[in-house]
């Protein structure tokens, strides 16, 4: 399919979005007039530079509040259309999209509506452009597609088509299966975007926060679905209104949405013969246009390791090889010929890195290791999706390693642990490697920690929707619900992304930057470890003299009123400093390493199936991990 953008999407002067969208390999683009008129460039300039660059100007938008209206302002809005007829001439754009009148000037009245756009039409016929009508969801009288249908087809000129624009249906949550009754030659063109569901007036929520398909909350594909059933084959085209991406790197934003496009692609492809309709099974090779087929997401099945720049490890074993030790883990190995060292207990592996990239200081997460049924296929579809590949430039020594970056620049590495159809990582570490139990370790003692439960990483701000989309393509996981926390100096958005079977399971947290006080920036990252018996691990860290992180008293006050677990267990959680929380599932019990640098350590314990990630309790962590901050500037 054609594949478009409206320069709205992104930041910057127009031609900076120009360059960005050709750059990210968009077929066409929707020039949206603000960018034109405030361009220092001619028309004639702006339609040249997307020639250079590959792109169609596939729209032109939007033309305001025509129709419907007194004889005087018809009169005022034909002469407004002749003068944007020239400019369109000039840019070699043939479709202007006209979007429902909002005026309270605006009359009900259908038949005036369908006569004015006819006149409308006629105009344009004689410029050779066509007019797409669109009912914007907060329109004073034309808010629904069915209604904006009526009157394109009352007025009945083939100059006279539908813009369908999958917020405004979608947020008005009106169906729409009887798209399919629209004739595709009918409809002019599909403006596509998402959003996250927020109870929120629908102007509102239209200019702040859609989003790319695949990053909020709408069935954008189903939509496409009927669309394309229609036999539409005009462009998909993203018109995204987002305070974020306004403020974005261009070049980036655009091949984020030209991911998401892929990716919503990939699921028209495989649903569409089964989404509900009022015609017959339709299945992609039928359809008038194509749609990418990327290979299939290969769902990781596990934490191969996680690892830390380590940059004091030289000293001692620095703090977090303390800390490590003090939860039970031990150092197994060493990489032959890396400043690395490997730590593990049970199936919980650690790498420390005192390699330490780019100018690195202090310890921070750097890479996840994913067990992966086929690391190569990974790898393609990565590919395919626009991430960036891992240049390893490899010692011919080491075991093959497959990575990615992800828009955080954490690196994720596609492994396979141990198994003998794949040579291992953990071959790298020597053949002397100490088994873990008999190595000392607690193989043997109760509170073992057994695996990774899950990463938690922080995402820079501008770049949330981006990491949630690329956790879900690239990697196959599925998010969870966007929950906001209250830190002491902000509020803290986090989602969690996790595989259907919950192996694989990530937290993705918005780092934020200090205020103008002078506080430091925010980007606290941890790794989640899980112990059978979360008692027992808790009791050896203070025995190896390692102190927990200190919840305040308060905390267990208030837990005592939230939850009666009575007087012996609430007296055990106040001791050990231990957090508390349930769901329709389960139970939770959890503590938190005091911060190394940007990490810390959690240990958890999930009783029963609970599913959720302690959230509520981040607020009280949070604070106190502030505190200790602060304190340690004064
Ligand atoms: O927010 C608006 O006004 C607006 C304008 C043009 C569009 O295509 C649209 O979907 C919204
Ligand atoms: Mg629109």
Redesign the pocket.
């Known amino acids: 399919m054609r594949r478009s953008i ?1 320069t709205v999407s992104l930041s910057g002067t127009l031609a900076d979005k120009l360059t960005a969208i050709g750059a990210a390999g968009f077929d066409g683009v929707e020039i949206f007039e603000n960018d034109l008129i405030a361009a220092d460039l001619s028309p004639e300039d702006v339609r040249y530079r997307a020639a250079d660059l590959g792109l169609a100007i596939e729209l032109y ?2 033309f ?1 509040d025509f129709e419907a209206v007194s004889p005087t302002a018809l009169a005022h809005s034909l002469r407004r259309a002749e003068h944007k007829f020239a400019v369109m001439e000039r840019l070699g754009a043939t479709c202007l ?1 006209v ?1 429902s009148n ?1 005026s309270p000037a605006a009359v009900d009245d259908d038949a005036l509506a369908a006569e004015q756009l006819r006149l409308l039409a006629e105009r344009a016929a004689e410029h050779g452009i066509r007019i797409a009508y ?1 009912a ?1 969801a907060w329109g004073r009288h034309v808010h629904d597609y069915l209604h904006s249908w009526r009157i394109v087809r009352a007025a009945d000129h083939p100059n006279l088509g539908l ?1 369908l ?1 999958s ?2 249906i979608l947020a008005r949550d009106v169906d729409p299966y009887a798209i399919e009754t629209i004739p595709g030659e009918k409809i002019f063109f599909l ?1 596509l ?1 998402d959003a996250p569901s927020l109870p929120m007036d629908v ?1 509102y929520w ?2 702040h926060y859609r989003c790319f398909p695949g990053q909020g909350d709408l069935d954008v594909a189903g939509l496409v679905s009927h669309v394309l059933r229609t036999g539409y084959d005009g462009p998909l085209s993203l ?1 995204v ?1 987002n305070d974020i991406f306004r403020q974005a790197a261009s070049m980036r934003t655009a091949q984020d949405a030209m991911r998401s496009l892929i990716a919503l692609e990939e699921h028209v492809a495989t649903t569409i013969g089964e989404s509900p309709s009022p015609g017959p099974v339709l299945l992609p090779e039928a359809l008038p246009v194509s749609l990418a087929v990327p290979p299939p997401a290969v769902i990781p099945s596990g934490f191969a390791f996680a690892e830390l720049a380590a940059p004091a490890i030289g000293t001692a074993g620095g703090p977090l090889a303390g800390v490590l030790g003090a939860l039970g883990f031990v150092r197994t190995g060493v990489h032959a010929h890396k400043p690395v060292e490997l730590w593990e207990q049970g199936e919980a592996r650690i790498l420390l890195n005192a390699g330490s990239p780019e100018g690195r200081d202090e310890p921070a997460l750097t890479a996840i290791g994913l067990e992966s049924p086929d690391p190569a296929a990974a790898v393609k579809r990565a590919e395919s999706l626009l991430s960036p590949v891992l240049p390893r430039p490899r010692d011919p020594r080491d075991a093959q390693l497959d990575a990615v970056a992800a828009p955080d620049g954490t690196e994720v590495f596609f492994c396979r642990t141990a198994q003998p159809d794949h040579s291992s990582w953990l071959d790298d570490f020597g053949m002397d490697r100490r088994d873990p139990a008999a190595a000392g370790g607690n193989g043997d003692v109760a509170g073992e920690i057994t695996h990774i439960d899950h990463v938690a990483l922080t995402q820079p701000w501008h770049h949330f929707d981006e990491a949630s989309l690329f956790y879900r393509s690239v990697l196959g996981l599925s998010p969870h619900q966007s929950l906001e926390l209250p830190d002491p100096y902000g509020l803290l958005r986090s989602r969690a992304v996790s595989t259907p079977d919950d192996r694989v399971r990530m937290a993705l947290n918005v780092a934020y930057v200090g205020a103008a006080d002078g506080r430091p920036d925010v980007a606290w990252q941890h790794v989640a470890l899980a112990s059978d018996d979360i008692v027992a691990t808790a009791r050896r860290l203070h025995t190896a003299g390692t102190a927990p992180l200190a919840i305040p008293d308060n905390y267990y006050d208030d837990l005592e009123a939230r939850h009666d677990l009575g007087a012996r267990r609430h007296a055990l959680l106040r001791e050990l400093r231990l957090l508390y929380d349930r769901d329709d599932h389960g139970e939770f019990l959890h503590f938190y390493t005091v911060t190394t640098g940007r990490v810390f350590f959690e240990v958890v314990q999930r009783l029963g199936g609970y599913r959720g990630y302690g959230a509520a309790n981040a607020p009280v962590r949070l604070a106190v991990q502030h505190a200790r901050l602060h304190h340690r500037s004064d």
């Open positions: 409206a938008q939007p305001r999209l979007c909002v669109e914007l813009c624009d917020f405004h403006q975007a102007l239209s200019r018109e209104f």
